[in-house]
């Protein structure tokens, strides 16, 4: 008994090792940049440098969508189009809003809370569930926001308003919005890492995600690959879900999943 007791063990520290061992190179790589990691100007460069890199195909494609019939037929709303005056002014205020009010609070959370970095990289199937978890309670968080401020009109017109400037979606529409707003979707976002003691590489990892799928919310394609074809029965509202609350504005209030408007009776399809 004691053997076998003693093989089990063996096999399940094996294991635990193996799952560890798949992220270890990656988390070594990013440990030999530890100062930057630990640098109060890495949430600001890591959130706009993922941020821009994700709108970039997208805009490309606004720009062939006008020349190839091809692309086109993908835009959910076809006869719509993006100009420069807009790229301008979508760039402008999410580079304001991170500079003015993201950059200083997060300066104050370095100096509150120093960044801890484990020599260990997480288990991938923590790593995937806790990515999942934060994802799921991030959907249900942002749904109650996004609820009250469209039921509550002085909250719609003082924080909200800005972001339904444009009916038509365009990726870089994401991120056009109050200050208020963009400080209390991220406010969400870090809370829910920091609640399930998430390892900083699952941190990095959840925000990577989150930045996607809320670029591809918003960027007016109904693309083959989009995540909401990948995800079935419906579970996944994505773009043509969101385009949708653009259009009509009293629907689909979840940003990715589609049980809490599916329970509320406000999903529209």
């Avoid at 990691?37 to 805009?59: A, D, G, H």
């Avoid at 288990?123 to 995937?128: E, F, H």
């Avoid at 979707?185 to 699952?202: E, K």
Wanted: net charge neutral; glycine share 2%; charged share 10%.
């Amino acid at each position: 008994v004691t053997y076998l007791t003693s093989q089990t063990f063996n096999t399940d520290s094996l294991t635990q090792q193996s799952r560890i061992m798949l992220l270890q190179p990656v988390w070594s790589f990013l440990l030999g940049h530890s100062s930057l990691l630990r640098s109060p100007f890495f949430p600001v460069f890591f959130s706009l440098t993922v941020y821009l890199m994700f709108c970039l195909p997208f805009l490309l494609l606004d720009l062939l969508s006008s020349r190839w019939s091809l692309v086109r037929r993908y835009k959910l709303q076809p006869q719509s189009s993006i100009n420069c005056t807009m790229v301008q002014s979508c760039l402008a205020l999410t580079l304001y809003n991170h500079l003015i009010f993201i950059f200083p609070l997060t300066v104050l959370n370095w100096y509150l809370r120093p960044v801890l970095l484990p020599q260990e990289a997480p288990p991938l199937p923590q790593m995937a569930a806790q990515v999942l978890v934060c994802l799921l309670l991030f959907d249900f968080q942002s749904f109650i926001w996004h609820l009250i401020h469209h039921k509550v009109p002085w909250l719609y017109r003082t924080f909200h308003k800005l972001h339904h400037t444009y009916t038509s979606t365009s990726a870089l529409t994401a991120e056009y919005s109050e200050a208020w707003e963009t400080l209390s979707l991220g406010l969400f976002a870090a809370a829910n890492s920091l609640l399930l003691g998430c390892h900083p590489l699952t941190e990095m990892l959840f925000f990577i995600v989150n930045i996607w799928l809320s670029v591809e919310d918003h960027c007016g394609y109904d693309l083959p690959w989009a995540t909401h074809r990948l995800i079935p029965f419906g579970l996944y509202g994505g773009a043509r879900h969101h385009d949708l609350h653009h259009l009509k504005s009293k629907c689909n209030y979840a940003p990715y999943f589609t049980h809490w408007d599916r329970l509320a009776g406000t999903l529209c399809t």
